[in-house]
Structures are given as structure tokens and as C-alpha cells.
């Protein structure tokens, strides 16, 4: 099946306001999946619509939340989602974290209450398309084990950072702290097969190659003790810092129905231009020549394989297989 | 030989200024190496005062550097350290970080042009005393290559958060981005050690458990692709984005003679009463439960060794090797 990326918007809508979701949360979805689908984030494109669906009808999310903006201060955006999904009020606070950003060179946007499934690379670019620099964090459920211990605490907690490149795609990662995606798990498990060591221990605290011990035990951070000590920031930042729920609060507020996590974000906003002062345009050049030396020894930039991606879409729509996008269709009323 | 804390402070700083320079950076600098030796942390204890002294006597650094504060906006303060060492910068723009983050909730604070060899932790700590949440980064000089190259390009690039806890010590970690510390491999090369694979390659780009050929090599980031995003995110924020400069261009401007890197830091202050609002008391709890439950496994919290090295010290003062003693003490015309 191919579709063209205003196709793959319009089956998202449907298939959400099909659902009872309000209209406009089921565009701010529609928009983030087809970004996902149109960047071959596949786990994050149309595929995402089976879970949003699971979650809509397990009754936890508000469908037609209006999210509510406060302006805490000159630097600080508050927006309550009201327990619907995230990206509206995502949307919804955007605007006023950019102009912060621009008037004072630092914001805040602090987004509370929100069921959250999306990756949060389209948030950090959309704000390095306003030219400013984007740093991203939230927690998710209690699943991921501190170094020098073997029961979860963190959720896979990723950041994601993005810095403008005029003309150009911005520099931007978006990872988990967690040593592995949950997904990934999952996907090991379902075809019997074992995982890497290194990305998860049992109930007991003991290294499982073992994907259903792994998923009843604890997964691991990236990185040792220094990831483990990021996935803290993170449950700090994106979560206690802003009055939100860490991701074990999350996980009890779930109360095992296994809807995708309710919490907070934090998104920051910083603008080159007061920050780098008279120097601004010299530290652009900067940025550019890393990114040079970088390039040159043949090493990648991240995320230059979701724009490869980009660009073919955006000329010849997405591949979607046969099966999935009949799975959709069936949950789209169409 | 055992010191007091006051003696050691003294002892810094006569050091410094018989080498020359101006008493009011002497005694910011003897601060942070008493923090370092009261918390065990000897490559920044009173031993740091031989690089110290050599980083002097080589004449690149201004030893009278009057820092100018400049307040950007409400947000922002600017501080040009003129070429001196980077303490006093810092302690000269610290009041107006805590004021701006206090009044707005966000604040940052840029020191530009500054000689840096101190470690994080003290400034990040002395923003979680007044109950503000630190954040700091600084590049250093280009060392480390990033993740699928092999040649240098990233600084050792430290990152330290602080998390204040009211009537306890903070959620403190300060790390380096690189796998290991570059002094790390020197002592290694002195002892005529192999170093772990995983922390450098040679000149060619391969793996190397020599660590001569790692030091004209270039050293590796901790966690893989992941930590050399990060390591680049520091480069970004911590030169670029302040108009400063990256890894490379503080090792050029180094010109061989091997001074501590001169460049730009990045704090960032963070108010959680603004930032978390009606929930902020609810918000440190979720954080201090978050603890507990790692503490209940085992697991240690970072920085836990300084803190009780800490409260040691602060009884019984220090102990210092006899030749470093000596080595100080003929620095230090006494």
C-alpha cells in the first residue's frame, strides 16, 4: 500500500474522531503520527493508531480535555491537559514558549496531567524550526532498575534535544536512557528470541538474556551508573520538578489497565541569539564545523536516517503494509 | 599530615597568590579545591594546585581578570571572565542566577572566556542550597571521538545537576562524557598499565587497551551512541549556543602549551516552587520517595562517598600525602 503523507493524516483523523476522540486532539495526533510514518519511525506512525485506540476505549483518557494555559511567568508556560493526551496541549503552549524564548532566552514549558505516547523528536524540532534550541524530558512507568540495584524505579525516560540549522535539518537525538526500548522487549519475546545481554535482569536482580524474565524483572539504563544518574534527572526534572507524577506514581495511577503513561513534560526553549550575545553568529559557525569533523571521519550524524526517510515521503508518500493498514481501516469506521 | 579545613584554604590561597595572582580569584579558587579535599575528590583537592600554578607560571591566563557581569534580560546574566580562571565568574554571577531563577523560575547563567579546570559539582551544590535546582555543562579540550568515528572532536565534556533536598545533602552527580577521565589514562600510561577496552582507540581508529596509544589516539564517550549525542548536546549548549568555544577551537587557541581549556560554561537554575506550583510540595516528596526506593534496594545515590568523606573532614580535617605536602609548600613560598 502506498499513501501520500495527506493520506496517512486523513486515515489518523478518522480513525481517532471514529473513536470518540474530539477533533482537535485527533489532528494534533494525526500530525505526530504522520510525521512518524512519513520518518519511518514505524512504532511511532500509523501503527501507534492499534494502541491509541486500546487506550481511548479503556475509558482512563479524557477524549475532549480542553487543554487550559497559564502564564506562570515571564520564562514559565503551564499547560494542564486535563488527563487527555498530550499533544494538544503540547500545541497549545508552543506559541507562547517560542515567544518567551525570543523576548527573554530561556522558557519554559511545562505540560501537566497528560497521557503520553509520543516520541518527543517532533516536539524538539518544531521548536528548532522557530530557531531556537530544544530540550525535551519525561518519564514514563516505573520499568528500568539504578545502576547497583535490580528492582525498576525509572521509566525508559527520554530526552531529546534539537539545534537549528538554517537551511538545513536541525542536529536532533531523541533516546531513552533505558539500555533498550520496552517495544524491543516485547519484540524479542514474541519471537522467542533471547536479548542481548546488558539490557535487563530478572526478578531476582540476576543478568536475563531471557525476554519474559526481562520484562518481570527490571530492564537496565544505558550507559552504567551515568545513564542510571540521567534517568534520575529526568524523573526530577520531567517529573518532580513541575508538581507531575515519577513514573513509579504513574505506574500506580495506572492501576494495571496498561495505558500508555499519565504524567508530565518539560520542554525548554533557548535562543542563540541572547545566549551567544554578539558571538551568536560565531558559535553557529562553530556548531557547523563539529558537525564538519564529525561528517568527515565518516561518522553520522543522529537522526540522518529518519531524513533520508523525510525526503522520499515527502516526493513519494509512505509504504504501508497490507495487513496494517487493514488493521487500521477496520478500526476507522471507513 | 593532617589539615584543617582552614588550613588548607590558607594554604591555597598563599599558593596562588605568590604565584602571582590576584587575591580575590585566589580565594575563589581555594574554595573549590577545599570542597574537593574535604570531599576526597583529590584530583581537585590541594593537588590541583600544581596544574593550577603551571597553567600560571605559563602566562596565557590573566591573573588580575576583573569578570564583568552583564544582565542580558530577565532570564539571562553574562559573564565575561576577561581570560582568568573561571571561579570567580562564576561566584561574581551566581547571586543574580539564584535571583532571576527565584523571580521567573528559569535563569541562566553564561561564563564566557574563562580558564576552567574545577569540577561542577560545587557550583551546581551551591545552587541546591538555595533550594534551586542546578544544571551545568562546559566543554573542555577535543579528546574524544564521537560514536562510529575515531578521530578526536569532543571534549571530556562534563555535565553535573544538583536536586535540593531540604536538611540533607542534594541529589548530586557531576560526570564526564567521555568513558573515562583523561587523567585516568595518564595514570594508567605512568603505571605502565593496560587500560579497559572501551575507553579509547589509537591513531588509526582501533581499539586500545595501551594507553599511549589511546592518549595519541582519542578517547571514547560512556554509553555508545547515546553518550556521544550527549557529548555533542554539551558541546552545543555549553560553547556554541554561548557564543563560545567548542572542544577544538579551545585546543587551537591552546596552541600546544597545554593550559587548562579555556572556554565557556553554561548553568542553568531552575525554581521547583514556580515550576511545580500548587503540586511543588508534592513534587518533592515524589522525588524523595524516588530515592527511597532506590536506597531500599541497595543501590547508592551519586556523590554519597563526598558527603560522607564530607562530614569526616568537617570533624577531623584532612590527611594529605607527606610529598604533596612538600610539593605545595615549595609553591607556595612559605
Known amino acids: 500500500m502506498r499513501l501520500s503523507l495527506a493520506e496517512v493524516f486523513r486515515l489518523g483523523v478518522d480513525t481517532l474522531t471514529h473513536n470518540g476522540l474530539a477533533r482537535d486532539h485527533a489532528e494534533s495526533i494525526a500530525r505526530v503520527i504522520t510525521a512518524g510514518q512519513r520518518d519511518e519511525c514505524h512504532s511511532h506512525g500509523l501503527y501507534r493508531l492499534i494502541s491509541c485506540v486500546d487506550a481511548i476505549r479503556k475509558g482512563k483518557v479524557v477524549l475532549d480535555a480542553v487543554p487550559e494555559v497559564e502564564e ?3 520564562a514559565i508556560t503551564r499547560v494542564d491537559a486535563g488527563f487527555g493526551f498530550s499533544q494538544l496541549a503540547f500545541d497549545r503552549g508552543l506559541g507562547r514558549l517560542i515567544e518567551n524564548a525570543q523576548s527573554i532566552g530561556i522558557a519554559a514549558l511545562v505540560v501537566n496531567n497528560c497521557y503520553h505516547f509520543s516520541a518527543l523528536w517532533p516536539e524538539v524540532e518544531r521548536i528548532a524550526e522557530a530557531g531556537l534550541v530544544g530540550l525535551a524530558m519525561t518519564p514514563s512507568h516505573s520499568w528500568v532498575a539504578p545502576a547497583g540495584g535490580g528492582k525498576p524505579v525509572f521509566g525508559t525516560n527520554p530526552m531529546a ?8 535539518h536541525p542536529y536532533v537525538f531523541d533516546f531513552a536512557t533505558s539500555a533498550a526500548a520496552r517495544g524491543e522487549i516485547e519484540l524479542h519475546r514474541r519471537a522467542g528470541k533471547k536479548i542481548p545481554l546488558g539490557w535487563a535482569v530478572d526478578a531476582s536482580g540476576a543478568p536475563t538474556d531471557d525476554a519474559e524474565a526481562a520484562l518481570n524483572g527490571a530492564m537496565l539504563t544505558f550507559g552504567g551508573h551515568k545513564g542510571s544518574a540521567l534517568a ?4 526530577l526534572m520531567g517529573g518532580a520538578l513541575i508538581g507531575d507524577m515519577t513514573s513509579a506514581d504513574s505506574q500506580r495511577f495506572d492501576e494495571g489497565a496498561q495505558v500508555t503513561p499519565c504524567h508530565g513534560e518539560l520542554i525548554l526553549a533557548f535562543n542563540p541569539h541572547l545566549l551567544g550575545g554578539a558571538k551568536a553568529a560565531q558559535g553557529a559557525q562553530s556548531a557547523e564545523a563539529m558537525f564538519d569533523s564529525i561528517r568527515a571521519q565518516g561518522a553520522r550524524l543522529p537522526s540522518q536516517r529518519r531524513f533520508e526517510a523525510r525526503e522520499r515521503a515527502q516526493q513519494d508518500g509512505v509504504e504501508l503494509p497490507e495487513g496494517l493498514y487493514r488493521d487500521i481501516l477496520a478500526l476507522s469506521g471507513r
Chains 1, 2 share one sequence.
Open 161 to 168: 534535544f534539537a539545534w537549528p540549522r538554517p537551511g538545513q
Open 232 to 235: 534520575a534527572m529526568i524523573e
Open 72 to 74: 506562570v511567568s515571564p
